[in-house]
Every structure is written in C-alpha cells, then in structure tokens.
C-alpha cells in the first residue's frame, strides 16, 4: 500500500495565510530588494587570475583521481565552464517555469496580489536568464542547455504540468541550487563576478521559494490516492531530468577529457553526491510531508542522488 501523509506532517507544511497574504509579504520584499543585473554586476571588471568559475569543492570531479590530474589551469576551467553549464540549464528551465506560471495564472484576476506576484517572479527570472547567459559570454563560454529527449520532454511538461507538481518541481531546480550558490557568495577563491551573480540571484530566488512552497502545501491537501502516486512520479522524473543535465558532457571535453569517462567518474564521485544530498535534505523533507515524495517514486529520488 502507499504510505500517506500524517496529519502532523500536514501541521508542519500547512500555509498559516491565504495566498494573497503571502503575495502581499512577498511584494513588499521585492520592492525593497530586487536588482537589475545589467547595472548592478560591472561587467567590464576583467576576470580575476587564478581564481575558480565556482567553489572548487562543487566541481563533479572533486575528490577523485580524475581531479588529481587535471592542471590548475584545466581545474579552474572546468569550475568556469560547470557553472555556465549551471547557468545554462537553469535559463532552460526559468523558460520553462514561466510558461508555467504564466499558464496557471491565466485564467485568475490579475488585480490580486497573487498573479501580481507571480508577475514579479517573471520579471525576476527574465533578468535571471540574461544574466546568466552575460556570465557565460564573460567567461568565453556557451549557455548549455539540455538536449534530444530531455530538451522535448521539457516542452511537453511545460504544457501540461498541473497540480503540486508544477511548483514542486520549480522547487527542486531552485532549492538545490541555493544552497550551491550560498557557497559559491562566501568562497573568497571564486570569481567576484559569479560571487556577484550568485548573491543576486539568491536574494531573489528566496521569495520564489517562499511563493512556490505556499502553493505547493495548498495544493497537496487536495490530493486523493491515485492524484498523489501521479504526482509523485512526475516530480521523480523532473527531480532526475533536472539534475542529470546540469553539468553536460561537452564541458568536460572542453578541458580536453573524455566526457564519457568523465561523465561515469562524477556519477560515482561519492563527495558530489553528498553534495547534492546536503543540498536537497530540507527540500525532501518538505516534499515528504506534503506527501510528494515516497513509495516507489523514492526510488527515483535515490537515482537521481537527492536522498
């Protein structure tokens, strides 16, 4: 039988406002704090020598014998190149949340404070994709993004995505990489540029959360049985999709290593995967309690490395 959620469990996700409580908060918040990264990030600042694209100990190939044979100068390209790979994938996937948004508030007032809001995020993400493509154009390198299947099946998704999946999964793309970027902001050994890009987007990408986690626990008291084993395994095939692409083989043919290689080393490399671990562990928990993860659908959580 699967398991379902416990009424304590429900307690801890449950929103204490309506939503457009939680709009207005977040409204506030963004007038206060929000940022224009064609202004605020000096982008004629030259690069930094020596220092790495994003925190060393991030880099897929960290810890293994793979890394140890990589010149200082290969190490601090491929920690360039993984962060616009990052950044890439994560431009593919602002794409796709804001036609996400923009389809589930479609049909709502836009005088409340909840499509207002979800109008703000767009915005947000709108500069959030420049952004990120600008990074990768300083560092000399291209704004990866998914291909083939997983580039289709992220079209198909963006269309018919419904329920607490379409928020949820806008949580695991964003949770994960916070605490990335958190990182990234304090490590005196990168860039001040990604440093810059990482702060930015972290202020932000806080009200996001917030907004999605809110929507996320409303929408999942209402789900029966049958609503629930779906949801769980959408999320579970997003959660792998998501984490799976963001750092594409082509990077580790540009610092001249075999991407096939490569790409089974950072599968194995048990430092990245308690990485990703540490990175998810709050974001799972909520998903559990919401009754989004477990039961079979676990087990594409432990593939995809997040538990």
Known sequence: MTPTTTAPALERVRPRHDRDTTARRLLASAAKTSY???????????????????????????????????????????????????????????????????????????????????????????????????????????????????HQLGRLFKTLATGPSLYASILVAEEVLDIFQREVIDDEQVQPLTRAVSRIHVVEEARHMRFARDEIARRAEAMGRAERARQRLVLGVVANIIIHNLVQPEVYAEVGLDPDVAERVARANEHHTAKLRGAAENLTSFLTDCGLVGGPSARLWRRARLV
């Open 36 to 150: 224009d990264p064609q202004k605020d990030i000096d982008w004629s600042k030259p690069l930094e020598a020596g220092l790495f694209g994003m925190s060393a100990q991030w880099s897929t190939l960290y810890a293994t014998p793979l890394w140890d044979e990589l010149t200082p100068e290969q190490r601090i390209r491929l920690t360039e190149l993984e962060f616009c790979s990052i950044s890439g994938v994560g431009i593919w996937f602002e794409m796709i949340l804001m036609q996400m948004i923009l389809r589930d508030v479609y049909d709502q007032d836009p005088a409340t404070p909840h499509v207002q809001f979800a109008l703000t995020e767009i915005a947000d993400e709108c500069r959030h994709s420049a952004m990120f493509a600008r990074t990768a154009e300083k560092f000399g390198a291209r704004s990866y993004q998914p291909t083939g299947l997983d």
